[in-house]
C-alpha cells in the first residue's frame, strides 16, 4: 500500500557508529522532506529537497546530512550518532510545493546506547 | 507569524460522540491548511484539506471548518469511532514551507 519506504524500522546502535536512514519513494515526487518526531508529538523539518541535487536545512537544527543524487532516494546520515539522536525520523514526499499533500513513510525508530 | 497553535493537547470522547480539535494561525498568507492523522508506529496521512475561500469542507464523518477573520480552523469528527483513535496534527503552508501543530491525541471510548 504505501509508495514511500524506510529502513530501517528499527534501529538500536551504540555511541560512534555512522548511520544511514533510507528512504525511497516510488511516485516521481520532486520535493521530499525529513522531519524528526519524538513519537506522537510535535514534527520538526530537519532537512528538504526540491529535486535531485538540491538539498536544503529545514526549521530544526539537525548534525545529520542528507543528499538527493535520485529522484526516488533520499537518505539521511548521521556521521557519529550520540544519544541525542535518539528519536523518530520520518521522511515524506510530494508532488508540489507544500499546498500539495505529504505522503510519509512508517518512519526509522532510532535509539542511540 | 509562523507559529500553528493547536488544542487541546489531547481529548478523550465518548464513542457516538463529536470530536473537535482546533488551530490557529498567525500568518494570514498561509493558503493551504491540511489535517493529519496518525497512528502509533505509522506516519501521518492527510485526513482532510482546506484552502482559504472555502468556510467549510466535509468528506464523510470528518468536516473543516475554516474562519478566515478569526484566523482559525477546526476539526470535527461525528459519530466519532473507537478506531477514530489517534494523534491529529492540523497544519498551515506557504510557497515551500508546511507548519505543524504540535498534535492533538485523540481517544475515544468504546
Known amino acids: 500500500e504505501a509508495d514511500i519506504y524506510q529502513t530501517p524500522r528499527y534501529l538500536v546502535i551504540g555511541t560512534g557508529k555512522k548511520i544511514t536512514l533510507e528512504c525511497s519513494q516510488t511516485?516521481?515526487?520532486?520535493?521530499m522532506y525529513w522531519y524528526q518526531q519524538d513519537p506522537g508529538m510535535e514534527l520538526h523539518l530537519i532537512h528538504y529537497s526540491y529535486g535531485v541535487n538540491s538539498t536544503e536545512k529545514g526549521d530544526l537544527s539537525s548534525e545529520s546530512t542528507v543528499s538527493r543524487i535520485r529522484t526516488e532516494h533520499f537518505p539521511l546520515t548521521l556521521e557519529s550518532a550520540r544519544p541525542s539522536h535518539t528519536s523518530q525520523y520520518l521522511c515524506a514526499s510530494s508532488i508540489g510545493w507544500a499546498d500539495q499533500p505529504q505522503h510519509f513513510g512508517d518512519g526509522t525508530r532510532l535509539s542511540i546506547l | 507569524q509562523q507559529q500553528v497553535k493547536q488544542s487541546p493537547q489531547s481529548l478523550i470522547v465518548q464513542k457516538g460522540g463529536i470530536s473537535i480539535i482546533n488551530c490557529a494561525y498567525e500568518?494570514?498568507?498561509?493558503?493551504?491548511f491540511p489535517w493529519y492523522q496518525q497512528f502509533p508506529g505509522k506516519g501521518p496521512a492527510l485526513l482532510i484539506a482546506?484552502?482559504?475561500?472555502?468556510s467549510e469542507k466535509k468528506e464523510g464523518r470528518f468536516t473543516i471548518s475554516f474562519n478566515k477573520s478569526a484566523k482559525q480552523f477546526s476539526l470535527h469528527i461525528m459519530d466519532s469511532q473507537p478506531g477514530d483513535s489517534a494523534t491529529y496534527f492540523c497544519a498551515a503552508s506557504l510557497y515551500d514551507k508546511i507548519i505543524f501543530g504540535k498534535g492533538t491525541r485523540l481517544h475515544i471510548l468504546p
Open positions: 482546506i484552502r482559504p475561500d472555502v
Open positions: 511516485m516521481g515526487h520532486d520535493k
Open positions: 500568518n494570514t498568507a498561509f493558503d493551504y
